[in-house]
């Protein structure tokens, strides 16, 4: 797909944003994410041939090569303990790109949220007006910050509809709805609430927003410059990242986030690792084995939720992490239109995949993706071919 074709009203669908997903920075506002003048934090290879690998679904047995192709993989790279076993990039998409994450951008927001909780900066428990006075008298009252990062706030929201117009207002398209806001702060100062805080489980982008600007607020800096300074900098990443904002300046922490393949994986691996990379701790080890904890109290919460699957029946939606088994240690990052971001302890395996599905959401297709992730986890292959 090529540039003249890909314009700031088509980028995110498919097939325009094969291409604008990897030239963000041309087609709306971004902030540089700075990663600063320290080491990169080594990924070395290890000699492994994934050709001979396929995997059982659907009633049929799917080739490695098979499975990139439909699940229209961008990006792909396995790192299993410590070490690269695949790295591919395809059409066109170089290791020096950068490539939109969208919602896997709300696990990089809420591992910031951990750094500044091991600060002492503001506390789970804190409320959102707490640090954000000019909310209080708005639908914000009584929420906490845990709220926001297991998604149950009693925001207003209507998935199919304000989960796509808020990429809208957040990269200043032209959008054709005249009841909201210009501008996300504003968005965010006006929407009511349809049930109480605390209660199940219900998928909104705006409450990472919410998240994002309390961040901001408690330590007293931009949030392209938070996450600078307390990750990026600090974990080995290779290039700068960029972060979309909206017209007026405001972050976009819930979808915005543009990496390369291999920090996206650096950052996985920094996870997989206890909070740890390149001998550097950069993320409490606590605020990580939270993931790692079975939680009734959420699972509850998500067991009448769309995204809800009864083959995971103890899954749930913890610190904007998708835990699909927290005993064992599974859990991703995943965003619209196949970014993923899988880290899975019992292999000691983080894999990081850049895609770009033909349409935001395709169950099926994701349902496919996550299967062959899944299995290469848990593949060996020919372990002497491994250093």
Same mark, same amino acid.
């Given at each position: ?29 971004? %902030?540089?994410?700075?990663?600063? #003048? ?26 490695? $090569? ?6 229209? =993989? ?19 998409? &170089? ?7 969208? /919602?896997?951008?709300?696990?990089? =927001? ?10 002492? &900066?503001?506390?789970?428990? /804190? ?8 909310? *209080? ?23 199919? *509809? ?24 504003? +968005? ?24 994002? +600007?309390?961040?901001?607020? %408690? ?12 990750? @990026? /900098? ?9 972060? *979309? *904002?909206?017209?007026?300046? #405001? ?5 915005? #986030?543009? =990496? =390369? ?50 083959? /995971? ?7 904007? +992490? @998708? ?58 292959? $020919? ?5």
């Amino acid at each position: 797909m090529q540039r003249g074709l890909t314009t700031t009203s088509n980028w995110i669908n498919g097939p325009f944003n094969r291409w604008g997903f990897r030239h963000v920075r041309e087609l709306t506002r971004t %902030a540089r994410v700075g990663r600063g #003048f320290g080491p990169v934090s080594d990924l070395p290879p290890a000699a492994h041939d994934l050709s001979d690998f396929s995997f059982a679904y659907g009633g049929r047995r799917i080739g490695f $090569d098979r499975w990139l192709e439909e699940t229209f =993989t961008d990006g792909l790279l396995v790192v299993r303990d410590g070490k690269v076993l695949s790295e591919l990039y395809q059409d066109g998409m &170089s290791p020096s790109d950068t490539h939109l994450l969208m /919602s896997a951008s709300k696990s990089f =927001t809420s591992i910031l949220c951990g750094v500044l909780v091991g600060h002492g &900066s503001l506390h789970t428990g /804190s409320l959102v007006t707490e640090h954000l006075p000019e909310l *209080v008298g708005t639908s914000w009252d009584g929420c906490t910050l845990q709220h926001l990062l297991d998604m149950r706030a009693g925001t207003a929201w209507d998935y199919d *509809v304000d989960e796509y117009t808020a990429t809208d207002v957040s990269d200043y398209r032209s959008h054709e709805r005249n009841d909201i806001p210009e501008d996300t702060e504003t +968005w965010i100062r006006t929407i009511g609430n349809t049930h109480a805080h605390g209660g199940p489980f219900h998928y909104c982008s705006l409450m990472t927003c919410v998240l994002g +600007w309390m961040l901001e607020r %408690a330590a007293g800096a931009s949030f392209p410059e938070l996450f600078s300074r307390e990750i @990026w /900098s600090r974990m080995g990443a290779e290039q700068d990242a960029d972060l *979309v *904002v909206d017209a007026s300046g #405001f972050p976009l922490a819930e979808g915005g #986030f543009c =990496t =390369t393949l291999r920090d996206f994986a650096r950052f996985g691996l920094m996870c997989l690792q206890g909070g740890e990379i390149g001998g550097q701790r950069v993320v409490p080890a606590e605020w990580l084995a939270r993931l790692r904890v079975r939680d009734q109290e959420l699972i509850d919460a998500y067991a009448n939720a769309p995204e809800y699957d009864a083959d /995971s029946p103890d899954a749930f939606y913890k610190d904007c +992490w @998708w835990v699909s088994d927290a005993e064992k240690g599974i859990y991703e990052a995943a965003g619209m239109s196949g970014q993923e971001l899988l880290i899975h302890h019992p292999s000691r395996t983080v894999i990081a995949k850049l895609s770009t599905h033909p349409t935001e959401l395709d169950p099926e297709l994701w349902a496919l993706q996550y299967a062959g992730m899944i299995a290469l986890c848990e593949y060996r292959g $020919d372990e002497s071919r491994v250093p």
